[in-house]
């Protein structure tokens, strides 16, 4: 459970923000000024980030801001305000401030601001340890090897980055890495998704506005553009930009500057641009509907995310790591899943990918009544896809009164594979499609029950 802390000297403001936080599952803290806040983020050592009001009476938020950086450097702020301007928001940016909002905010927008600036805390905390692996992204098939080998590469650079994959494999998650493992991990991680921005406001969000620009601007607002100097910029979704745009993107790949709508002023800024689309651009190339120059620019170095049935192999060590993730969500001890699951889990095609396996386990986890996921606890299209033969009995049942389940499980698996040996001669390869399982799962098993092949691929 994420612990929050909410700073504002508008109490009326505190109540809404705590009732539609708590409402979604957040402890939320309070406090009417900077004094409380820093005794709080002192004393509150599972504090998982702040909401930080600009402008309150006696410090500021900036200066709350600085010293709340100096207390817990990792804990992530996002500042609010009524009367923003461009040099307040650089400069909470610029202190380490996750991002920047405009009272009165969007309460959905908040949360979803919020559930992204939670995950990006868990990203940082897991990529401080353990590099370019971060919460999600597991595995040791050979697609994530050369994954991961491809991300450190890349976090020692400044290259732009196209990464593409279907929905649910893990594209946003892959920038957050990047630039978390970057030389500019310290600035902001800014995300702007192309595809859930209107046309007509794509480019006053990437770029900013001047008051008066058009109808309802009637203040200057600060773009993402600006917002990530200093840092990265991921453009979610490109493929949806619009082509007019796609021209205005280029140029600020190629100038690291903009014009904002409705200014005559230049804007210089030092960003990243990562940009991310499960799309087939070449295809819109060809269409005419996404820029031949842009797609250069943006190709210099392309991540290719695997979808999770080319690396079932993986699937084994995702489960564990969701597992213990509800485990704590849910509070409970469920310790594994019934071999039976695991196999039930192989022969599913997976079209939602990772994203799809995280919400089955999730599933389970509400269904679940025993210590393991079995069977009953699948969703309904996954479970008719269980084994049949002398390996199924009934998985429905969860406990089998005087069997031991491991024994007969390993004793029909040795069985199976020494017959799909034999009839495919010993052969590896055409073993391991005959038989819907991994290459390397199949060697491993070979090795552990001491069977005999040709050797052959």
């Not at 031949?292 to 290719?304: G, S």
């Not at 192999?313 to 001890?333: G, M, P, W």
Request: charged share 30%.
């Amino acid at each position: 459970m994420s612990l929050v802390l909410i700073v504002d000297d508008d109490l009326d403001l505190q109540l809404l923000l705590k009732e539609a936080l708590q409402l979604r599952g957040y402890d939320v803290l309070l406090a009417s000024d900077g004094l409380k806040a820093l005794e709080i983020v002192e004393e509150s050592k599972d504090l998982s980030f702040v909401f930080l009001d600009l402008n309150m009476p006696e410090m500021r938020g900036n200066e709350v801001l600085e010293k709340i950086k100096m207390i817990r450097p990792h804990l992530i702020v996002i500042m609010l305000t009524a009367h923003s301007t461009i040099q307040d928001a650089v400069s909470c940016i610029k202190q380490g401030a996750y991002d920047f909002l405009e009272k009165p905010a969007k309460v959905d927008d908040l949360v979803s601001l919020m559930q992204r600036a939670g995950e990006a805390k868990q990203l940082l905390e897991t990529a401080r340890y353990s590099g370019p692996r971060v919460e999600g992204m597991i595995g040791d098939s050979p697609p994530m090897e050369q994954l991961f080998f491809l991300m450190e590469k890349l976090g020692r650079v400044k290259t732009p980055v196209l990464i593409r994959g279907e929905s649910g494999t893990g594209k946003e998650l892959v920038a957050r890495a990047i630039h978390f493992n970057s030389d500019n991990k310290s600035g902001p991680f800014v995300v702007i998704n192309c595809a859930a921005m209107p046309e007509n406001l794509l480019e006053s969000e990437l770029f900013g506005h001047e008051k008066g620009a058009f109808t309802g601007a009637t203040e200057r607002k600060m773009g993402k553009c600006l917002q990530a100097n200093g840092g990265t910029l991921f453009l979610d979704e490109i493929a949806e930009m619009p082509l007019l745009l796609q021209a205005k993107i280029l140029r600020f790949l190629q100038e690291k500057s903009f014009t904002p709508v409705g200014s005559l002023r230049e804007v210089k800024v030092d960003v990243r641009i990562l940009a991310a689309t499960h799309q087939a651009l070449e295809d819109m190339i060809e269409a005419k509907e996404f820029r031949l120059d842009l797609f250069y620019r943006l190709n210099v170095m392309p991540l290719k995310l695997a979808p999770l049935r080319e690396r079932k192999e993986d699937i084994s060590s995702l489960l564990a790591h969701y597992i213990a993730f509800f485990n704590k969500q849910f509070n409970l001890n469920i310790q594994g899943v019934d071999p039976c699951v695991l196999d039930t889990l192989l022969q599913y095609h997976w079209p939602g990918n990772i994203r799809e396996l995280k919400n089955v386990v999730e599933h389970a986890f509400i269904l679940e009544e025993s210590d393991l996921i079995t069977l009953s606890s699948l969703p309904s299209e996954i479970k008719e896809l269980a084994p049949v033969g002398p390996y199924k009995r009934d998985y429905l049942d969860t406990r089998v009164e005087g069997l031991d389940f491991k024994r007969e499980k390993e004793s029909f698996e040795r069985e199976f594979l020494k017959q799909a040996l034999e009839r495919n001669q010993g052969k590896i390869n055409q073993t391991a499609l005959m038989a819907n399982i991994p290459k390397k799962t199949l060697l491993r098993k070979i090795d552990f029950y001491q069977m005999k092949s040709t050797g052959k691929q």
